[in-house]
Structure formats: structure tokens, C-alpha cells
């Protein structure tokens, strides 16, 4: 048991943790401004490129400063925090989970939580939702614990976790824990007297005394700037405003959940199926009802949407899956259970399912990959049908689903053997950067042309401030300036450049992917690979003693 823990963590959270450079741009923003704070000495404010940087509360940057003090300024020290971050969200799964429905429930939704494919990316992925979940979850856990079991000490652990899990992504996290308090309040009654009896103003005073210094401190230090970038544009604005373009609806957070959660949806959809029937839901589990409710409520709301939003509401999911998959083994008839049977043998059809979609999905992967990925498939579709042989067998009893676990463990080795070394080949910027930091560049001599996803990235390589240049006059201006001038663009916006009059000269040209995310990829197969260049504004390689450098042909500029 414990070896096979130790393999499924292994492979889910360790294993080529800093082997792939950032993923553009979230985890570079956040390494860069902690190796800003360590390299300032400011240990208080986050900053990006020499400028305040109001995206998110100062836990996570200060655990990644401790990481980069012990491992080194690297990609593994950085991602080291989601990953250990995990594991405590498994342990706080499995504790919860025990306490609720007793310890093989618990190992199954564990297990299930940990061979989720956003699992998978979120605990080595350096933001802060991973984070988030394991200071939150586990917290609001020991919190109904406290309530349930009536040990009212367990309490106030509970709400330090909740002021670490505000400390980590903001107000959020009380805004969360109070629209769950609300729902079961309403839709577990009989859970409602005793966490009513819970010391609720005490705790949210507690969870406000320990998290609000940091926010009255940058409030002090910056004034109406933090107040406006971090409550009301990267909060309130950011929930209530539609700031950037979106193309989902209300109902993208749902079939985010469903999707995500697969092959175990199936389950859930017919335990809510049984719900409506009238099959008895006891308060336990309407607690985790309501933190799923919750959660995916809230963001459904939100007018910015991003995926990995939900996943604190994951491990009370695959609590719930794993529960139904186990009420149903030990289930003596399965006519009051009839939605969780339907759902019970529906999942080895969505693993087959899944198996020819990843055929197919990996056929259009822009990249050329080993024949061994042919594995991936056969492992989905070997798996369902092997489990539902099974299942046949046993009477629509449903076994421990090592099948269904073997298959998504061989499918994460081959992608950390296989496909993570040609990603990472495709990958341009970390090469060029560290291309041009050889040439110790001059402090601020270096920019960047329409490239926001990379800045992060291209910022964190080259260990000096990077200029963001929008516009061809932005461009000129920079080029205008003595001595010599980097600037990383496309080839396209090179070629747009020259045949508008000004005069580069390519330092160095590397194909690479132009999109990294799943969605893009299948999207824009045909225009995925696009050329990088880092450009130069001195056309000789010998230095100008005078300082003088043609930049322009004034024949060819616009009127």
C-alpha cells in the first residue's frame, strides 16, 4: 500500500518537476517577482519588473522564497511549493474523508483526487491554486469536524488555515467559506444546530487579525494604487466587470467540473439522479455538497473565467465519487441505487470513450512524438473494457478500479517521458534568453514586441528588467537610444518592421510554439509553429566607437 502511494505520488508531483521551463505567463510572473523581493531585500511587497505587482496576497511569494533559498533560483524550487501543496490537500482530503464515511472511502477520493488530470497540472504548476486548496479545504474540514463530532477545539486550527488560504489569493477565501456556510445552513438541515454552535464571530475575527495586517500595510505603503490594482481591479472589477474579452457562458464551470472529473461524473450524476428520487442524502454528505455548490456557484458568476478556479471544490467531488463507487459495492440490492448503477457502469465506457479521444487528440498534437503514446489509448480502452468485464462478473458490483488508475498512471509517465521533452524542444524563449544574457547586455536594454504571453518568461531568463513595447513608434523610440538595443518579436512583426522602414538586424531565430494550452493547440494546429528572433538595432557586429547605428531607412517610413 505504502509503495504504491509512494509511486503515485512520485509520478503525479515529483518526478521532472523542473524539467520544462515556465508554461507561459502565470508561473513566470509569479517566480520573477519572488526573485525580485529576494534580490530587493523587500520581503513585504511583491514587484514584477521593478514595478509593484498587486496580483495576489504575499504567502505564496515568501513559501517561494524559502524554496529558491534551499533549491536554488530554478523551476523546480518554484514548483516545489504547488507540489508539496498537494500533499496536503490529499492528507486533508483523507483526513476529512475518514472522519465522514470512514477510511476506505477516504483512500479511494484520495486516490481519485490525485490521478485527476488537474491534479496532475496544478501540483507542478507554480501559481497559487494548489496552495489556495490545501490551506482552505483542510481548514474549512477541521472547522465542520468541529461541528459534527462536537470537539469544538478543532475549530480554531481551522480558521489559521483560512487566514493562510486569504494570505494566499485574497478575500476570496472568506467569501467562499461564507456562501458555504449559507448553503448548508439551507440544504442540511440537520447538521444546521450544530454548527450554529460554533464560536463563528470569534473565528472571523480571528482569521481578520491574522491576515489584514499585510493588507493595511500595503494599503499605507501604496495608497490608493494597491486599494484600486488589488480590491478593485484584480478583485471586484475582475468578478463583477466583463475587463477582458470572454467567450464562455454561466455554464462553463459546470462542464469544467464534468469534464475534469471524468471517468468518475458518471457517479455523481447518478447520485443526483438517486437524490431526486428520494433516496435518503445524509448530512454528511450534503456538506460536501454545498462547498462543491459553492464554489462552482460563485465563479459561475464571475466575468473572468479561468478553468483551475474550481479546483478547491475537487476534493469534495471525488469524496462524494468515491463514496457512491463504494456504497454500491457493498450495496445488497441495486434497485434503490439504480442512478449510482447506471452511473457505476458508465464509467469503464467513458474510459473507452476517452481512450479513442486521446487517439485522436494526440494524432493532432503539432509535435512529433514517439510511437510508444499509442499507449495511452490502449491503456484507456484496455482498462474499460477490463473493467467492465468486472463488473459483468461481479454482478454490476464495482471492484477497486485499479484498471482505471494503471491507465491514468501510464498515461502522466509517458507524457513526463515522451511528451514533455518534445514540448520543451519547442519551447523558444528560455534558449534565446539565455543566448542573449551571455552577451551581458546592458541594464535596460532589452524589450520585447507583442509578446505578453512570453514577457514573464523572457524576463525570469534574463535576470534584468525587460521593456513592453505595443506600437512601431514605441519601437523606433527604443532603437532611437544610444548604445546597443535587443528586442524579442515574431518573424512576422520583424518583417512588418522592415518593410516599414526600420533597419534590424536578426541576433538570433528559433522555431517554437507559439501556443502551449490543450485548447489552443487543438484550435490552431496549422498556425501553432511560428519563428522567434531576438532583433538588434547595431547592424555590425564590430562596436561604433562614435555610438552611431543606422535604424531607419527615412526613404521607407510612412508619411
Not at 474540514?141 to 494570505?167: D, H, T
Not at 464560536?199 to 500595510?217: N, Q
Amino acid at each position: 500500500m505504502w509503495l504504491a502511494w509512494a509511486l503515485v505520488l512520485w509520478v503525479v508531483l515529483f518526478w521532472r518537476l523542473g524539467y520544462a521551463s515556465f508554461w507561459d505567463p502565470d508561473e513566470a510572473w509569479y517566480a520573477t517577482a519572488t526573485s525580485e523581493m529576494m534580490a530587493s531585500g523587500d520581503w513585504l511587497a511583491p514587484r514584477f519588473n521593478g514595478a509593484p505587482f498587486f496580483d495576489k496576497p504575499i504567502l505564496f511569494y515568501l513559501l517561494q522564497m524559502v524554496a529558491f533559498a534551499l533549491l536554488g533560483q530554478n523551476e523546480a524550487a518554484a514548483r516545489m511549493v504547488p507540489a508539496l501543496s498537494a500533499i496536503g490537500v490529499f492528507a486533508g482530503t483523507a483526513w476529512f474523508g475518514t472522519r465522514l464515511f470512514g477510511a476506505a472511502t477516504a483512500r479511494l477520493g484520495t486516490l481519485m483526487l490525485a490521478l485527476l488530470p488537474a491534479t496532475f497540472a496544478l501540483s507542478t504548476y507554480a501559481i497559487v491554486d494548489m496552495t489556495f486548496t490545501a490551506f482552505l479545504f483542510p481548514g474549512l474540514a477541521l472547522i465542520v469536524i468541529a461541528a459534527m463530532e462536537e470537539r469544538p477545539a478543532l475549530q480554531y486550527p481551522g480558521y489559521v488555515l483560512v487566514a493562510l488560504a486569504v494570505l494566499t489569493k485574497g478575500p476570496l477565501a472568506l467569501a467562499l467559506a461564507g456562501l458555504a456556510f449559507g448553503v448548508t445552513l439551507v440544504i442540511a438541515p440537520d447538521a444546521r444546530e450544530r454548527l450554529l454552535r460554533l464560536r463563528w464571530i470569534s473565528g472571523a475575527g480571528l482569521a481578520i487579525a491574522i491576515s489584514a495586517p499585510w493588507f493595511v500595510y500595503m494599503w499605507m505603503r501604496f495608497g490608493d494604487a494597491f486599494v484600486e490594482g488589488y480590491f478593485l481591479r484584480e478583485n471586484l472589477w475582475l468578478y463583477s466587470r466583463p475587463l477582458f474579452a470572454s467567450t464562455t457562458s454561466q455554464l462553463f464551470y459546470v462542464r469544467v467540473a464534468a469534464v475534469g472529473l471524468l471517468p468518475w461524473t458518471p457517479l455523481l450524476l447518478g447520485r443526483v439522479v438517486d437524490i431526486a428520487r428520494g433516496v435518503r442524502c445524509p448530512a454528511q454528505e450534503r456538506l460536501l455538497w454545498a462547498w462543491a455548490i459553492s464554489v462552482v456557484g460563485f465563479f459561475s458568476f464571475s466575468h473572468f473565467r479561468l478553468d483551475h478556479y474550481i479546483y478547491p471544490a475537487a476534493p469534495a467531488l471525488c469524496l462524494l465519487a468515491a463514496k457512491e463507487w463504494n456504497r454500491f459495492r457493498g450495496a445488497v440490492r441495486i434497485a434503490p441505487h439504480w442512478g449510482t448503477a447506471v452511473g457505476a457502469g458508465a464509467v469503464p465506457v467513458v474510459m473507452i470513450a476517452a481512450g479513442i479521444a486521446l487517439g485522436v487528440l494526440i494524432y493532432r498534437v503539432p509535435l512529433e512524438l514517439s510511437p510508444i503514446v499509442g499507449l495511452v489509448p490502449i491503456a484507456f480502452v484496455a482498462g474499460g473494457v477490463a473493467l467492465l468485464f468486472q463488473l459483468w462478473n461481479r454482478q454490476w458490483r464495482p471492484p477497486f478500479p485499479g484498471h482505471i488508475a494503471g491507465a491514468i498512471l501510464l498515461t502522466y509517465a509517458l507524457v513526463l517521458v515522451v511528451a514533455l521533452p518534445r514540448f520543451e524542444d519547442a519551447k523558444p524563449v528560455k534558449r534565446l534568453a539565455i543566448e542573449l544574457a551571455a552577451r551581458a547586455t546592458e541594464p535596460n536594454s532589452v524589450a520585447t514586441y507583442n509578446m505578453d504571453r512570453w514577457n514573464p518568461s523572457w524576463r525570469f531568463y534574463l535576470r534584468q528588467n525587460v521593456r513592453r513595447l505595443e506600437t512601431i513608434d514605441e519601437v523606433q523610440s527604443f532603437f532611437d537610444e544610444a548604445g546597443e538595443r535587443f528586442c524579442l518579436m515574431l518573424r512576422d512583426d520583424y518583417d512588418e518592421l522592415k518593410q516599414r522602414g526600420l533597419v534590424m538586424r536578426i541576433v538570433s531565430e528559433r522555431p517554437g510554439l507559439f501556443v502551449t494550452s490543450g485548447r489552443a493547440l487543438r484550435r490552431d494546429r496549422r498556425q501553432a509553429w511560428r519563428s522567434f528572433v531576438v532583433v538588434s538595432n547595431r547592424l555590425a557586429d564590430t562596436p561604433d566607437a562614435a555610438g552611431v547605428h543606422v535604424l531607419r531607412d527615412p526613404a521607407r517610413l510612412p508619411e
